[in-house]
């Protein structure tokens, strides 16, 4: 196979450099290193994502495409498929910092109603010693256990920049109603960890449903995202549940505009065919118009705008009231 050429190269270091990107920009990266549009060019989209993972196999990175679970918004990014001790010592976190962050996203990915969030008091209130026991298991009854000092010792309010840090790095983000749930970096980077974790799927693109809508009906325990939920039944045209066949209780969301299409006539979020399973599909839906004309209020993203915002003036939470929890 033909080395990469520049404009691979440019791709690879625009996702390296800049982070994780939307659809639309890393879109337009595209368009302009090889004056084609993705929309319109899929097959030589594709084969460029694909000559890039092949050599990025060899050092153990992926260029990885995902949807944010509260908006359906696809991102690009490249990350690490290796999580051995050499590999953790590239990040600029601290131990104590790295089990926050863990715990932060156990407590959200198995949320049993499926918010996909957790609240600020209940981040902040988070126990690293009992990230430990959990992690020792059976070990810990053996012998006393020995917490190290640095998480004994992690305060209120570093755990505060901690979240600032890791919103900033959009490993986490601010959800519309002001909690903490996850960030676009999280949803690349898990994947594998969401399908050994057991974290239920959802019924329609068969991605982790860490946010998602849940079936009412007894003994069901179908979850759709509600990204997901406005295409299913919008193109079915019935609201019956995809698993126990029955009514879907759950008020279903307006008729919006679902993508945006380029004046071309292409889709703007339809990401490439022959993807991985972390690029859900996304039909080429036709605009449609808004039921009630207003501004759209649904589609929130935890975007980079967001976590700038430093959390402490977001949350105006002291740390006695944090305490008191």
């Known amino acids: 196979m033909p080395p990469l050429n520049w404009r691979h190269h440019t791709l690879i270091q625009a996702l390296l450099n800049r982070g994780p990107l939307k659809e639309k920009d890393f879109h337009s990266i595209f368009s302009g290193v090889t004056g084609k549009y993705p929309g319109s060019h899929q097959e030589l989209f594709n084969d460029y994502l694909l000559k890039i993972n092949r050599e990025l196999s060899s050092y153990q990175f992926e260029l990885r495409a995902c949807r944010d679970q509260y908006d359906g918004n696809v991102w690009y990014g490249v990350v690490n498929n290796v999580a051995d001790e050499q590999s953790k010592l590239g990040t600029k976190y601290s131990v104590p910092q790295i089990a926050f962050y863990k715990a932060i996203i156990e407590a959200i990915a198995h949320g049993e109603m499926a918010q996909g969030s957790i609240s600020n008091i209940d981040a902040l209130n988070i126990r690293l010693e009992n990230q ?47 909690n903490i749930g996850l960030g676009v970096r999280s949803c690349l980077d898990l994947r594998s960890w969401f399908r050994s974790s057991d974290i239920p799927s959802c019924e329609v693109c068969n991605e982790a449903a860490v ?7 007894k003994g069901c325990v179908a979850r759709i995202h509600h990204y997901c939920l406005k295409k299913f039944f919008q193109k079915r045209g019935e609201i019956l549940c995809p698993r126990c066949g029955k009514h879907w209780q759950n008020q279903l969301p307006k008729a919006e505009a679902l993508e945006e299409e380029e004046p071309n006539g292409t889709n703007q979020s339809q990401p490439p065919t022959g993807r991985t399973r972390s690029q859900p599909a996304a039909g080429r839906e036709r605009k449609r118009p808004r039921a009630n004309g207003g501004d759209d209020s649904v589609t929130v993203a935890c975007s980079s705008s967001q976590a700038s915002q430093p959390v402490s003036d977001l949350r105006r939470i002291t740390r006695s009231s944090a305490l008191q929890r």
């Open 132 to 178: 430990i026991l959990a992690g020792m298991g059976s070990e810990s009854q053996d012998a006393p256990l020995q917490i190290p000092a640095a998480i004994r010792n992690f305060t209120m309010s570093q755990k505060e920049k901690t979240l600032d840090e890791l919103m900033q790095d959009k490993w986490l983000c601010l959800t519309p109603d002001g």
């Open 211 to 217: 946010k998602g809508d849940l079936c009412q009906n």
